[in-house]
């Protein structure tokens, strides 16, 4: 019998991956879903940097769920908390909506932890659920001012801005009384 090692056979394998990655961009490009004319008359330091942005948004994502998982007290690598969070892009992205990658974190993670993590591990999503809310809050207010001129233009956005600048700025206030320590 000749038997693959299991280098040979992860080679293999990593090898079919990438071929078929190839195979499912090129017949993107050649179905013409996708115009590289396009791409090719684009500034190429915008498109480095949007391929930046692409690198990061899941790199950060990983990054906060890792922390909330250390913070629940549950052992997690860095590299196995990339695979499942990238696992958990793709079922949110292709499968079971946008709730199914974290079901799916959930059990692994729960599975790996053992009985008494689990609701540590469902802990984990609903902390990393809030960041990401809090974050985003975060990136909006803070756009309000880049943005007065334009939106204050028009009497009826006038107001929806102005109450939304006043809710943002009540909002930061109330986080940083609740998070100071009482003296």
Same mark, same amino acid.
């Given at each position: 019998r000749n038997r693959m090692t299991p280098t040979a056979r992860s080679s293999v394998w990593r090898l079919a991956k990438a071929v078929l990655g190839l195979a499912v961009f090129?017949?993107?490009?050649y179905s013409g879903r996708v115009n590289l004319g396009r791409i090719a008359n684009a500034d190429p330091a915008f498109v480095a940097g949007g391929f930046a942005v692409l690198l990061l948004v899941p790199l950060a994502g990983v990054f906060r769920w890792w922390t909330a998982v250390r913070m629940q007290g549950i052992r997690l690598g860095l590299y196995p908390a990339f695979r499942l969070q990238m696992i958990g892009v #793709?079922?949110?992205a292709f499968l079971l909506g946008s709730v199914g990658g974290d079901a799916l974190k959930v059990y692994y993670l729960a599975t790996g932890a053992g009985a008494e993590k689990k609701p540590a591990a469902v802990m984990t999503i609903a902390l990393d659920r809030l960041y990401g809310v809090v974050a985003l809050f975060l990136l909006v207010g803070s756009q309000?001012?880049?943005a007065w001129g334009v939106t204050t233009s028009g009497s009826r956005i006038a107001v929806f801005?102005?109450?939304?600048a006043? #809710?943002?700025v009540l909002a930061i206030?109330?986080?940083v009384l609740l998070l100071i320590p009482r003296l």
């Open positions: 090129a017949w993107v490009v #793709l079922f949110n309000i001012p880049f801005v102005g109450i939304a006043g #809710l943002y206030v109330g986080a």
